[in-house]
C-alpha cells in the first residue's frame, strides 16, 4: 500500500518541467528578472539533460535491437505488445520501459532511472548471468500474475562495459488461476486402518462389535465432515477416504486429530482404539495415488502405527506416532518366517550376517543366534563387522574363543571377496542402507533378508526378500530368539550363544526396565533354560575404571533443557559404548525424562539418545537425519561441529512439542 502511494504521487517527466516553467514564470512576473532568468535557464539546463539522457537510452535500445533483431524496422513500426524493460545488470536499473510495462507495473516515467527492485520485489538478475532465461518465480503486480523471460546482452559505445537485459513479463493470469485450481483439486486418496481391531473386538459378541463398529464409523465420519470426502468402509477395520487437496491441509492443521479422538472408543474391557492412516497424493491418475495411499499405510505400521503417512511422488512425511509401540506380531508370524528364513538358507552357498556401523551388544547377539540356526543348517556364515570400533568388544571375544566361530567374524573386504551371486545377507538391528556396516556389501548381494525391531526409516532398504521388522519388540535379538524356538533345538544353541543374544535384550531394555512384553521375557527364559546365566551376562557389561571415570564425566557435564531433556555436548571424542552409558546414566537423573549425549569424531558429530518413553527420541532425531525407536535412537552429522548440532537438536526438541 506504501508504494502504490508513493507511485501516484510520483510526478512525470513533463510535470516536472511545466511547474519549473510555471516557478519561472510567476517569478517574471513579481518583477524578479534576475531570479527568474536563472530559473528558466536551470529549467533549460536541465531539459538538455534529460534529452541526453533519453537519447542515450534510445541509443543503447537501438544498438540492442539491432544486435538482437533481422529487422529493425519491424521492431520500431510494430513495437512490442507486451510489457517489456531495459535494465543495467550490474545495478537493476531501468534505462528504458515501453508504456506497457509502465501500466503493468503501475508506474510513470521518470527523469531519474528506478531499480527494478522497487517495482519487483525481490527481483534478483542473477539467473540472467548464470545464463538463464527464463524467472523461475512468480511475478505478481496489481492483481495480475506474469512469467518474465529475458537475456543479456552488451552495447555497444561508450557504455560497452556495461551488462544490458531486456526483460518481458506475459501475464499469464488466467493460466495461472486454471493451472493452481487444478492443484487445488487434485484428488487424494487415503486409508485409515484401526490397527487393533482384533484385541478390541476379541471374545465379544455380535451386538457389542456392531456397537464398537458404530462408534469407530462416527469418529471418522466426523472427522472428515468438513472436507466434503467421500467415506467408504472396504473391509471390517479399512476405510477408504478420497477428497481434494486442497483440504488436506486442513486435516494437517488439525493434526490429524482422528489419532487421538480414536482413542475415546473403548471396548467393554477397557482397551483403546487406535489407527494409522496413509494418504497418497500427487500421482498420475487414481490407481497410482492409491498405491502411494498403500505405501503410506504400510510404513505407518512398520513405523508402529498410531500415525499418518503422506506418501508423494518423492518423499514420505510423518505426523503422530508418538505413543508406545504396541506388540503386534504373533506366534503364527515368528513360525511361517522362521520357516522361510530356513528355506532361503538351504538355498544359499554362504551367509552373511551385518549389523549396524559401531555394532553393539544387540547387534552382535542377533548375528551369533543366525549363526546358530546357519551351523545347524549346515551353511556356512560370516558375522560382518569392525571388531575395532565395535561396542560390544566383550561379546566378541567371548564368542571368537570358540572354535565353531574360528572363521566367522570378518570385515566389509573380506567378505566382498567371499560372497557370490548365490550368498544371502541378513541384516540385522538397521533398516536404513546408510547405517549397514558395509553398504558396498548390501549393493552386491542381490538377496537381502531383514530383522530389525527399530521404527522403518523413509529411506529404508528396498531389495528385501524376507522382513521382521517389527517396532514393537524389544530388541533385535528377542526376534531371532523367536525364530530359533521355531527354527531350531535348544541343544542347538551354545551357552556362549545364548549368552550373545540375553546381553543384546538385556542392552536395549536396560536390564528389563524399558520396552518390555511378554515376548521379552519369553524369549529370556529360553535362554536362561539352554545356558544363559544372568550373572555371567552382566559381567560382559562391566567397563574398567578409565571408561567409568569417562562415562561419569559426561553426566557431570550435562545440562537441563526444557521439557526434562538433559543434554551433554562434549567438546572431545569419546567411544560410542561410552555415550550411550553415559545418556543412560543420566535416564536415573530425577526430573528427567530423555538424554542427550553429543560427541565429535573427526567432521562427524555423533549423537545418543535415550528415553524413559515420555517423549519419543527416534522422531525428535529423525528431524536431524537419525533414527532408532521410542527409547533409543541416534544420530551421525557430517560437516557441522558441536555447536551447530546442538543449537540443531534445541530446535527439533522445540519443534516436536510444539507440533
Given at each position: 500500500m506504501e508504494k502504490k502511494l508513493l507511485r501516484f504521487f510520483e510526478p512525470s517527466v513533463t510535470l516536472l518541467f511545466i511547474v519549473m516553467l510555471l516557478f519561472a514564470a510567476m517569478t517574471f512576473l513579481a518583477d524578479m528578472l534576475t531570479l527568474a532568468a536563472i530559473e528558466a535557464g536551470v529549467a533549460l539546463v536541465l531539459f538538455i539533460i534529460y534529452l541526453i539522457i533519453t537519447q542515450r537510452k534510445r541509443t543503447e535500445l537501438r544498438n540492442y535491437i539491432l544486435a538482437t533483431t533481422n529487422s529493425?524496422?519491424?521492431?520500431?513500426?510494430?513495437g512490442v505488445p507486451f510489457p517489456m524493460a531495459v535494465v543495467r545488470v550490474d545495478t537493476d536499473e531501468i534505462i528504458w520501459?515501453?508504456?506497457?510495462?509502465?501500466?503493468?507495473?503501475?508506474?510513470?516515467?521518470?527523469?531519474?532511472?528506478?531499480?527494478?527492485?522497487?517495482?519487483?520485489?525481490?527481483?534478483?538478475?542473477?539467473?540472467?548471468?548464470?545464463g538463464k532465461t527464463e524467472y523461475t518465480k512468480e511475478i505478481m503486480l496489481y492483481g495480475r500474475r506474469y512469467k518474465m523471460f529475458g537475456n543479456l546482452f552488451r552495447p555497444a559505445g561508450q557504455n560497452a562495459g556495461h551488462l544490458l537485459a531486456s526483460i518481458y513479463l506475459f501475464d499469464q493470469t488466467e493460466e495461472f488461476d486454471v493451472r493452481d485450481e487444478y492443484i487445488r483439486?487434485?484428488?487424494?486418496?487415503?486409508?485409515v486402518l484401526i490397527d487393533n481391531?482384533?484385541?478390541?473386538?476379541?471374545?465379544?459378541?455380535?451386538?457389542?462389535?456392531?456397537i464398537?463398529?458404530?462408534?469407530?464409523?462416527?469418529?471418522?465420519?466426523s472427522w472428515v465432515s468438513d472436507v466434503h470426502a467421500m467415506v467408504k468402509k472396504i473391509e471390517r477395520n479399512r476405510y477408504l477416504i478420497v477428497f481434494e487437496a486442497h483440504d488436506l491441509a486442513r486435516l494437517e492443521a488439525g493434526k490429524f486429530s482422528l489419532l487421538e479422538s480414536i482413542r475415546t472408543v473403548l471396548n467393554p474391557t477397557g482397551v483403546a482404539a487406535t489407527v494409522s492412516i496413509g494418504f497418497g497424493k500427487e500421482g498420475a491418475d487414481f490407481e497410482e495415488s492409491n498405491a502411494f495411499a498403500v505405501l503410506a499405510l504400510e510404513m505407518a505400521l512398520s513405523r508402529g502405527g498410531d500415525q499418518a503417512v503422506i506418501k508423494d511422488r518423492y518423499n514420505f512425511t510423518f505426523f503422530g506416532g508418538r505413543a508406545k509401540e504396541a506388540e503386534r506380531h504373533t506366534k503364527v508370524k515368528s513360525r511361517v518366517l522362521a520357516g522361510s528364513l530356513t528355506e532361503l538358507i538351504q538355498?544359499?552357498?554362504s551367509v552373511f550376517i551385518m549389523g549396524h556401523t559401531n555394532a553393539d551388544g544387540d547387534s552382535v547377539g542377533a548375528a551369533a543366534g543366525l549363526c546358530c540356526l546357519c551351523r545347524k543348517l549346515e551353511t556356512p556364515a560370516h558375522i560382518v563387522l569392525n571388531r575395532k570400533t565395535t561396542a560390544a568388544a566383550n561379546q566378541v571375544d567371548l564368542l571368537a574363543g570358540l572354535p565353531a566361530y574360528a572363521d566367522v567374524f570378518c570385515d566389509a573386504d573380506?567378505?566382498?571377496?567371499?560372497?557370490?551371486a548365490q550368498s544371502l545377507l541378513i541384516v540385522v538391528d538397521t533398516n536404513r542402507p546408510d547405517q549397514v556396516e558395509s553398504k558396498p556389501l548390501l549393493e552386491a548381494i542381490p538377496r537381502v533378508a531383514l530383522i530389525d525391531h527399530h521404527r522403518k526409516a523413509a529411506d529404508s532398504i528396498e531389495q528385501i526378500v524376507l522382513s521382521l521388522h517389527e517396532p514393537g519388540a524389544s530388541s533385535a535379538s528377542e526376534l531371532v530368539t523367536e525364530l530359533l524356538q521355531y527354527a531350531a533345538d535348544p541343544t542347538d544353541l551354545m551357552p556362549e550363544e545364548a549368552k550373545a543374544l540375553l546381553s543384546g535384550i538385556m542392552l536395549d531394555t536396560k536390564n528389563f526396565s524399558l520396552r518390555t512384553s511378554s515376548g521379552t521375557f519369553e524369549a529370556a527364559?529360553?535362554?536362561r533354560r539352554v545356558g544363559a546365566d544372568p550373572t555371567d551376562v552382566k559381567k560382559l557389561f562391566q567397563n574398567d575404571l578409565p571408561t567409568t571415570i569417562a562415562r561419569y564425566r559426561i553426566v557431570q557435564n550435562a545440562k537441563l533443557y526444557e521439557h526434562g531433556m538433559a543434554i551433554a555436548a562434549l567438546d572431545y571424542a569419546t567411544t560410542r559404548a561410552t555415550a550411550a552409558q553415559a545418556a543412560d546414566e543420566l535416564l536415573n537423573v530425577s526430573g528427567v525424562s530423555a538424554s542427550f549425549v553429543l560427541y565429535p569424531d573427526g567432521d562427524t558429530v555423533y549423537i545418543s539418545a535415550r528415553s524413559l518413553g515420555e517423549a519419543n527420541v527416534q522422531m525428535i532425531l529423525e528431524a536431524l537425519g537419525g533414527g532408532g525407536n521410542a527409547a533409543t535412537a541416534g544420530a551421525q552429522i557430517a560437516g557441522k561441529d558441536v555447536g551447530a548440532v546442538l543449537n540443531d537438536l534445541k530446535a527439533a526438541i522445540d519443534h516436536y512439542y510444539e507440533t
Amino acid at each position: 500500500m506504501e508504494k502504490k502511494l508513493l507511485r501516484f504521487f510520483e510526478p512525470s517527466v513533463t510535470l516536472l518541467f511545466i511547474v519549473m516553467l510555471l516557478f519561472a514564470a510567476m517569478t517574471f512576473l513579481a518583477d524578479m528578472l534576475t531570479l527568474a532568468a536563472i530559473e528558466a535557464g536551470v529549467a533549460l539546463v536541465l531539459f538538455i539533460i534529460y534529452l541526453i539522457i533519453t537519447q542515450r537510452k534510445r541509443t543503447e535500445l537501438r544498438n540492442y535491437i539491432l544486435a538482437t533483431t533481422n529487422s529493425r524496422d519491424n521492431a520500431y513500426a510494430n513495437g512490442v505488445p507486451f510489457p517489456m524493460a531495459v535494465v543495467r545488470v550490474d545495478t537493476d536499473e531501468i534505462i528504458w520501459a515501453n508504456p506497457e510495462f509502465h501500466a503493468a507495473a503501475g508506474i510513470r516515467e521518470s527523469l531519474f532511472n528506478r531499480k527494478i527492485s522497487d517495482v519487483i520485489e525481490d527481483f534478483s538478475s542473477l539467473w540472467l548471468v548464470d545464463g538463464k532465461t527464463e524467472y523461475t518465480k512468480e511475478i505478481m503486480l496489481y492483481g495480475r500474475r506474469y512469467k518474465m523471460f529475458g537475456n543479456l546482452f552488451r552495447p555497444a559505445g561508450q557504455n560497452a562495459g556495461h551488462l544490458l537485459a531486456s526483460i518481458y513479463l506475459f501475464d499469464q493470469t488466467e493460466e495461472f488461476d486454471v493451472r493452481d485450481e487444478y492443484i487445488r483439486s487434485r484428488p487424494i486418496v487415503g486409508l485409515v486402518l484401526i490397527d487393533n481391531y482384533d484385541e478390541l473386538t476379541n471374545n465379544l459378541p455380535a451386538g457389542s462389535i456392531s456397537i464398537l463398529d458404530a462408534e469407530l464409523n462416527t469418529k471418522i465420519m466426523s472427522w472428515v465432515s468438513d472436507v466434503h470426502a467421500m467415506v467408504k468402509k472396504i473391509e471390517r477395520n479399512r476405510y477408504l477416504i478420497v477428497f481434494e487437496a486442497h483440504d488436506l491441509a486442513r486435516l494437517e492443521a488439525g493434526k490429524f486429530s482422528l489419532l487421538e479422538s480414536i482413542r475415546t472408543v473403548l471396548n467393554p474391557t477397557g482397551v483403546a482404539a487406535t489407527v494409522s492412516i496413509g494418504f497418497g497424493k500427487e500421482g498420475a491418475d487414481f490407481e497410482e495415488s492409491n498405491a502411494f495411499a498403500v505405501l503410506a499405510l504400510e510404513m505407518a505400521l512398520s513405523r508402529g502405527g498410531d500415525q499418518a503417512v503422506i506418501k508423494d511422488r518423492y518423499n514420505f512425511t510423518f505426523f503422530g506416532g508418538r505413543a508406545k509401540e504396541a506388540e503386534r506380531h504373533t506366534k503364527v508370524k515368528s513360525r511361517v518366517l522362521a520357516g522361510s528364513l530356513t528355506e532361503l538358507i538351504q538355498q544359499s552357498d554362504s551367509v552373511f550376517i551385518m549389523g549396524h556401523t559401531n555394532a553393539d551388544g544387540d547387534s552382535v547377539g542377533a548375528a551369533a543366534g543366525l549363526c546358530c540356526l546357519c551351523r545347524k543348517l549346515e551353511t556356512p556364515a560370516h558375522i560382518v563387522l569392525n571388531r575395532k570400533t565395535t561396542a560390544a568388544a566383550n561379546q566378541v571375544d567371548l564368542l571368537a574363543g570358540l572354535p565353531a566361530y574360528a572363521d566367522v567374524f570378518c570385515d566389509a573386504d573380506e567378505a566382498m571377496l567371499l560372497s557370490d551371486a548365490q550368498s544371502l545377507l541378513i541384516v540385522v538391528d538397521t533398516n536404513r542402507p546408510d547405517q549397514v556396516e558395509s553398504k558396498p556389501l548390501l549393493e552386491a548381494i542381490p538377496r537381502v533378508a531383514l530383522i530389525d525391531h527399530h521404527r522403518k526409516a523413509a529411506d529404508s532398504i528396498e531389495q528385501i526378500v524376507l522382513s521382521l521388522h517389527e517396532p514393537g519388540a524389544s530388541s533385535a535379538s528377542e526376534l531371532v530368539t523367536e525364530l530359533l524356538q521355531y527354527a531350531a533345538d535348544p541343544t542347538d544353541l551354545m551357552p556362549e550363544e545364548a549368552k550373545a543374544l540375553l546381553s543384546g535384550i538385556m542392552l536395549d531394555t536396560k536390564n528389563f526396565s524399558l520396552r518390555t512384553s511378554s515376548g521379552t521375557f519369553e524369549a529370556a527364559a529360553f535362554l536362561r533354560r539352554v545356558g544363559a546365566d544372568p550373572t555371567d551376562v552382566k559381567k560382559l557389561f562391566q567397563n574398567d575404571l578409565p571408561t567409568t571415570i569417562a562415562r561419569y564425566r559426561i553426566v557431570q557435564n550435562a545440562k537441563l533443557y526444557e521439557h526434562g531433556m538433559a543434554i551433554a555436548a562434549l567438546d572431545y571424542a569419546t567411544t560410542r559404548a561410552t555415550a550411550a552409558q553415559a545418556a543412560d546414566e543420566l535416564l536415573n537423573v530425577s526430573g528427567v525424562s530423555a538424554s542427550f549425549v553429543l560427541y565429535p569424531d573427526g567432521d562427524t558429530v555423533y549423537i545418543s539418545a535415550r528415553s524413559l518413553g515420555e517423549a519419543n527420541v527416534q522422531m525428535i532425531l529423525e528431524a536431524l537425519g537419525g533414527g532408532g525407536n521410542a527409547a533409543t535412537a541416534g544420530a551421525q552429522i557430517a560437516g557441522k561441529d558441536v555447536g551447530a548440532v546442538l543449537n540443531d537438536l534445541k530446535a527439533a526438541i522445540d519443534h516436536y512439542y510444539e507440533t
